[in-house]
């Protein structure tokens, strides 16, 4: 059993930047797939990035490429979600998530791939 923690949510102004931390226990994560989704309220939940600690695999939905950066560290067992140039549709829940690595980004963008989930932290981006 993986179990994740968010942290780092907050209230930030349009332009601005936040940093969101996933800290798992448990189990060491450095070979799983840890991902950040959203979801906005009215809407379904929605990839944002993912990550393999152990070979800094990445990927990123399109909306945030260039803006949000996905790390790790290995020693913590916390991935981390930075967001730069915060734009107020960005505003979401954001939870993290676990489970195996696979190399279809079909699977590591669907809800469906991912067992293991934390409780979320809000981000709210003001105009």
């Known amino acids: 059993q993986v179990q994740l923690a968010e942290s780092g949510g907050g209230l930030v102004q349009a332009g601005g930047s936040l940093r969101l931390s996933c800290a798992a226990s448990?189990?060491?994560?450095?070979?799983?797939?840890v991902a950040w989704f959203r979801q906005a309220p009215g809407k379904e939940r929605e990839f944002v990035a993912v990550?393999?600690?152990?070979?800094?695999?990445?990927y990123y939905a399109d909306s945030v490429k260039g803006r949000f950066t996905i790390s790790g560290d290995n020693a913590k067992n916390t991935v981390y979600l930075q967001m730069n140039n915060l734009k107020p549709e960005d505003t979401s829940v954001y939870y993290c998530?676990?489970?195996?690595?696979?190399?279809?980004?079909?699977?590591?963008?669907?809800?469906?791939?991912?067992?293991?989930w934390g409780q979320g932290t809000q981000v709210t981006v003001s105009s």
């Open positions: 990550l393999r600690l152990s070979d800094s695999n990445t």
């Open positions: 448990g189990r060491t994560i450095s070979s799983y797939a």
């Open positions: 998530t676990a489970d195996r690595w696979t190399y279809s980004t079909r699977l590591l963008t669907a809800i469906s791939h991912y067992a293991y």
